[in-house]
């Protein structure tokens, strides 16, 4: 069974360049996570999704954040303009049901802005 | 506000001997917490889980213990091998499962 699998790997931008991320998760989980994790800390919720319904985003910065997850699989997470601060890690992750489950993480995406 | 305290320093410990990770929270009350390593370069795996009703759970060489009184879940790997060698996370949500909080997470190093 594939795991979830995001893109890209890294990604190295200018401040105030847009970015995206993209995720897809492992099929048949209906709930999604995005998180942020910065260098020797863990990671911080930044929206959660149940199906196509974003349940929790209280954590994501909507000034210049934004996500989506067309039809309940695939997500994608903007940032437009990005700042020095938002270099961290880009952790996606699915569930099959509730967060009570085990979440299953992707690899990441290195963000780095310059 | 909410708060969870992993061991803020690296633990080294000889291999073969067990090792102990500490988790402490503050201001949340947790229907369930939840282990889970992180490799570098990787995104965390999934160890264990126990819920607020549990005072231990096991598998494997690994074993879990959550104390609401005081607060605390501590992590115990017995005959420890250099590939345990990782950061841990503990991760508390409530019932609802509406707050997710991670810890810093602890690096364990295992020398042989």
């Known amino acids: 069974e594939a795991g979830v699998v995001q893109s890209p790997r890294y990604k190295i931008i200018e401040k105030k360049q847009p970015v995206a991320f993209w995720c897809n998760p492992i099929s048949g989980h209906n709930t999604l996570y995005w998180y942020r994790q910065n260098l020797g800390q863990g990671p911080e919720l930044l929206i959660r999704?149940?199906?196509?319904?974003?349940?929790?985003d209280s954590q994501l910065p909507k000034d210049r954040f934004s996500a989506e997850r067309l039809k309940g699989v695939d997500s994608t997470l903007k940032i437009q303009p990005a700042e020095l601060g938002d270099s961290a890690v880009y952790l996606c992750a699915s569930s099959a049901r509730h967060s009570y489950n085990e979440q299953f993480f992707g690899p990441g995406t290195r963000l780095t802005v310059l | 506000s909410q708060k969870i305290e992993q061991n803020s320093e690296a633990l080294n410990i000889q291999e073969g001997k067990t090792a102990t990770l500490t988790c402490n929270y503050t201001n949340y009350s947790p229907a369930y917490l939840q282990w889970y390593r992180q490799d570098p370069g990787r995104g965390p795996v999934f160890l264990l889980l126990?819920?607020?009703?549990?005072k231990e759970k096991r598998k494997e060489r690994l074993k879990v213990t959550f104390d609401t009184t005081l607060k605390q879940s501590l992590f115990h790997i017995t005959a420890s091998q250099p590939a345990d060698s990782a950061t841990y996370l503990c991760a508390l949500a409530d019932s609802s499962a509406s707050k997710i909080i991670f810890g810093s997470g602890t690096r364990l190093s295992i020398r042989p």
């Open positions: 999704y149940e199906n196509e319904e974003a349940v929790d």
């Open positions: 126990i819920r607020e009703n549990e």
